[in-house]
């Protein structure tokens, strides 16, 4: 009986998701890809045609996203890692987001992540082992202007993704938050919804556009041997901070806001609750 283990990723087509299930097949592992278009994982499917399976999944879609996952599972006749990669940015200020964007958005970023926990369980329970990788972002602790609703939907999915830990973990099933740094994934491009820009916030805009900069960060594969690595822990971390930048970033913003908690520490401590 093979010992390599089984990986449903999605948004497996670009970024991060292309670069984990490059090293899981590299590393002898059986994957099965999900994205809207599996085009661009032609090549992998060619060096790799025994152990690579390519789903095209719309994870908003609740029903699909069953479906693929029955699939998923009869591919190789299980499931052990599963990767919640699918995502998109929507960049504009709050204001400036339609209706239509906004639940678009999180349909994508947190609801699809919720309907692929959901489908997947089952699987995991009879199994009475399994993964679950819940990519986030370093930047849930706070929001930030332009580009809000991004961390809104992680923010959601890191909290649910804890609830859900905690619920699956008698069953054997471990879940992992991986807060991931800035990588090159084509997020702010191939991966962007624009809202229409209102003059108001013009200068706003231009300031936040300065501080991101033109680097556009490390290659994905750069972050993959972590996730590999993580993926074989016996007993994994309940989250983790991807990138060496981003860990001390994240560390500052966490002791900035511990000095702001007890600035008004005074005013807090008024009420009784």
């Known amino acids: 009986m093979s010992s390599a283990r089984t990986w449903f990723i999605t948004g497996a087509s ?12 590299a590393g002898g592992e059986r994957v099965v890809a999900a994205a809207r278009n599996v085009d661009p994982l032609a090549e992998l499917a060619d060096k790799y045609p025994d152990d690579l399976v390519r789903l095209a999944l719309d994870v908003s879609d609740r029903h699909a996203v069953f479906e693929a996952v029955e699939q998923a599972a009869a591919a190789f006749g299980r499931l052990d890692v599963v990767v919640n990669n699918a995502g998109g940015l929507l960049y504009g200020m709050v204001e400036e987001a339609t ?98 820009p ?50 001390d970033i994240v560390q500052e913003m966490d002791q900035a806001r511990a000095e702001q908690y007890r600035a008004w520490e005074s005013l807090s401590r008024m009420a009784p609750g």
């Open 99 to 196: 209706e239509e964007q906004i639940r678009d958005h999180l349909d994508v970023n947190f609801f699809g992540a919720v309907w692929v926990a959901q489908a997947v369980i089952p699987h995991l329970r009879a199994q009475g082992s399994g993964r679950i990788l819940q990519v986030t972002s370093m930047g849930t602790g706070g929001g930030m202007a332009s580009v809000g609703f991004y961390g809104a939907g992680k923010a959601a999915l890191d909290s649910i993704s804890e609830a859900l830990a905690m619920e699956v973990a008698q069953f054997g099933i471990k879940v992992t938050v991986v807060q991931m740094g800035g990588y090159a994934t084509g997020l702010f491009t191939a991966g962007t919804t624009a809202t229409t």
């Open 14 to 25: 670009r970024g991060l998701g292309y670069a984990f299930a490059e090293a899981a097949l």
């Open 198 to 247: 209102d003059p108001a916030y013009e200068a706003l805009r231009a300031q936040m556009a300065e501080m991101w900069g033109d680097d556009v960060g490390p290659d994905p594969a750069t972050a993959a041997p972590v996730i590999m690595e993580l993926a074989g822990m016996p007993n994994p971390p309940r989250r983790l901070i991807v990138g060496s930048r981003s860990f």
